[in-house]
């Protein structure tokens, strides 16, 4: 069974750090193209990093550059969205995203790119 399950959300403070983790199974994630996007409340889901299935070539918001970084750990077959110096405008629900030998448009991602989903985890930043 595919899957991908995200962990490591929960509440921090203005300015404070977390990292999201997201587990694959039933593929391998090492031939994909990996990516993070968000959805806030009242708001359109949205691109926040990515890394092409080649690791050749990247892209993240504007937003998230100089703070967020987005990694994975074939051996251990997970993905990461570090992030850093959160602001309460960082409180979104979290999604990872996986699309096999995918790409990352240098225009920005769309949910239309990925194929496989995780259920998402909720960060929230307190003032």
């Known amino acids: 069974q595919v899957q991908l399950v995200e962990s490591g959300g929960g509440l921090v403070q203005f300015g404070g750090s977390l990292t999201l983790s997201c587990a694959a199974s039933?593929?391998?994630?090492?031939?994909?193209?990996i990516a993070w996007f968000r959805q806030a409340p009242g708001k359109e889901r949205e691109g926040v990093a990515c890394?092409?299935?080649?690791?050749?070539?990247?892209w993240s918001a504007a937003f998230a550059k100089g703070r967020f970084t987005i990694s994975r750990a074939n051996n251990k077959n997970t993905m990461y969205l570090q992030m850093s110096s959160l602001d309460t405008d960082d409180t979104a629900a979290y999604y990872c995203?996986?699309?096999?030998?995918?790409?990352?448009?240098?225009?920005?991602?769309?949910?239309?790119?990925?194929?496989?989903w995780g259920q998402g985890t909720q960060v929230t930043v307190s003032s």
């Open positions: 039933g593929f391998s994630l090492d031939q994909h193209a």
């Open positions: 995203a996986a699309e096999y030998l995918g790409g990352c448009r240098h225009r920005g991602i769309t949910e239309t790119d990925f194929d496989y």
């Open positions: 890394i092409s299935s080649s690791g050749a070539s990247s």
